[in-house]
């Protein structure tokens, strides 16, 4: 398995756990993560207790003969194995890939992507032509599906929907929701509203600011939580101070992992409104695991989850007027609070768990390994 970035962020959970859980369930795993910079990536990968392929780079940043050198450490390994699937995460590394996989010894071997941002499947013709160099293509949403099977004419069969995956016992109701209220100063009766995403200008917290000043005439003691980091932080603390009352959004900071499934239960309604770098949206699939009824933007797995369940309330993620009424909508109805956190909870336990997913991604490795190979040939 190969993952060319160096971070535990966005995609990189979703595809060391998957690894984790291939390894868990007796297959043989080896990993390929980007050697050359510093991150914490390969200090995650240990924890999980995975192999790593020692001396790839596997890195955007490596030069062109450390990438040549990537190549044939990866075809070495492969070249006595039998047939395997090489399984890519990310572009730089689908590209080692098929280098790696080229002639005929390597024909028995299959070439799986797995997609994890819309932009990596933008129409254009060198998209299309990487696209087509897999024997396999998974996603978790089923619009990439559809965008692959008809604008760049992949083969049904070789496109695979997986459910992103969280850990519904660890995310799930329960009591400790005052604790981050005192901890972030939130009175136990205010109506909380919570969005936890990385502060960047397409995640739309400046936009939810906005509405949230629409909310507050209805709900005067109504708090907003957006918890997270990122360069355009004093834009927002900005736009707050001119929108909003003081101290009516709280920037309660990055949120540690251990403190996460708390701070979703402290909320009375969790909003989502675009898909950061995991089109899984996992946040997303947390807070629902959480109970928490939902106010999301109408694209992507958000919109799958409104398809599946009733699980909140889907929006125009660019209309402050849209996601006011939505917030609105729910503070007002508690009953509906809870009926929407039911169903976003038994949305998760049905069809988001990482025993779902292993199943998934097995019967999918099953099926290309069946089917005859894409390269230097037709589909």
């Given amino acids: ?23 868990s369930a007796g297959h043989e795993v080896e990993l390929a993560l980007d050697g050359r910079r510093p991150g914490n990536i390969r200090e995650r990968a240990e924890r999980l207790g995975l192999a790593r392929i020692e001396g ?33 995460h990310m572009t730089h590394d ?18 799986i992507r797995s997609i994890h941002l819309a932009r990596s499947i933008e129409d254009s013709a060198w998209r299309r032509r990487l696209m087509r160099t897999c024997d396999g293509l998974i996603v978790g949403v089923q619009a990439h599906r559809e965008i692959l099977v008809r604008h760049h004419g992949i083969d049904p069969a070789r496109v695979a929907l997986v459910h992103g995956a969280v850990d519904g016992a660890r995310f799930s109701p329960g ?41 507050r005439h209805a709900f005067p003691t109504a708090l907003l939580a957006l918890a997270g980091r990122g360069e355009h932080e004093a834009e927002l603390r900005a736009a707050a101070s001119r929108l909003v009352e003081p101290n009516s959004v709280r920037f309660v900071g990055y949120v540690p992992s251990d403190q996460l499934p708390s701070a979703y239960r402290a909320a009375d309604v969790a909003v989502w409104l675009a898909p950061g770098s995991d089109a899984t949206c996992r946040g997303m699939l947390e807070a629902l695991a959480c109970e928490r009824p939902m106010v999301l933007g109408h694209d992507g797995a958000m919109a799958d989850a409104l398809a599946a369940a009733e699980c909140g309330i889907g929006v125009d993620w660019r209309s402050p007027e849209s996601i006011a009424t939505a917030i609105a909508a729910l503070l007002g109805d508690p009953a509906r609070r809870r009926a929407c956190g039911r169903a976003g909870r038994e949305l998760v336990l049905s069809r988001h768990t990482a025993e779902a997913r292993l199943e998934a991604v097995e019967r999918f490795y099953e099926r290309v390994l069946e089917l005859p190979t894409t390269r230097g040939g037709r589909r």
């Fill in 56 to 88: 790839m780079s596997c890195s955007t940043h490596a030069l062109p003969w450390q990438s040549l050198w990537d190549v044939l450490i990866l075809r070495r390994r492969l070249l006595d194995r039998e047939p395997s699937i090489v399984h890519s």
């Fill in 94 to 111: 689908h590209w080692l890939a098929v280098a790696a996989l080229r002639g005929r010894k390597m024909a028995g071997h299959r070439l």
């Fill in 175 to 215: 009591a400790d929701g005052p604790e981050f209220r005192r901890r972030h100063q939130v009175p136990i009766d205010a109506p909380l509203v919570l969005m936890l995403a990385r502060f960047q200008p397409h995640r739309q917290h400046r936009t939810l600011i906005e509405a949230f000043s629409r909310v």
């Fill in 1 to 23: 398995m190969l993952y060319s970035y160096r971070f535990w962020t966005g995609a990189a959970e979703p595809a060391l756990t998957l690894a984790r859980d291939l390894a």
